[in-house]
């Protein structure tokens, strides 16, 4: 079972950015499709971006397209997540995990139950 770190979350004002990351000490993160997942206070976790091991392919939320940017560095074996002009709305904990992939295509959907501790993303003036 991998092990996911989360890092980068943090207080920030509307429009502001942040760029999260995640690692998984110990294990190839480049084996795998990668998702990151949000829940807010209250909600149900929803995915919000993943993508493809060789990094080719990713696909997003509707309500971040255009704002966010998933991303990958397989030589540091870490994905990440730069998220700009944020907005309250996307207050939430902030999770990454394996996700599944059909064809050529991942899909925010978790393979199993490899969650990490999140990081907390806070949009608020």
């Known amino acids: 079972q991998l092990q996911f770190v989360e890092s980068g979350g943090g207080l920030v004002q509307p429009g502001g950015s942040l760029r999260l990351s995640c690692a998984a000490p110990?294990?190839?993160?480049?084996?795998?499709?990668i998702g990151w997942f949000r829940q807010a206070p209250g909600s149900e976790r929803e995915g919000v971006s993943c993508?493809?091991?060789?990094?080719?392919?990713?696909n997003y939320l509707d309500s971040v397209k255009g704002r966010f940017t998933i991303s990958r560095d397989n030589d540091k074996n870490t994905v990440y997540l730069e998220m700009n002009s944020l907005k309250p709305e996307d207050t939430a904990v902030y999770y990454c995990?394996?996700?599944?992939?059909?064809?050529?295509?991942?899909?925010?959907?978790?393979?199993?139950?490899?969650w990490g501790q999140g990081t907390h993303v806070t949009v608020s003036s």
């Open positions: 995990t394996r996700v599944i992939t059909i064809l050529s295509w991942c899909v925010m959907r978790p393979t199993g139950d490899d």
């Open positions: 110990g294990f190839t993160l480049a084996n795998y499709a």
């Open positions: 993508i493809t091991g060789s990094g080719r392919n990713s």
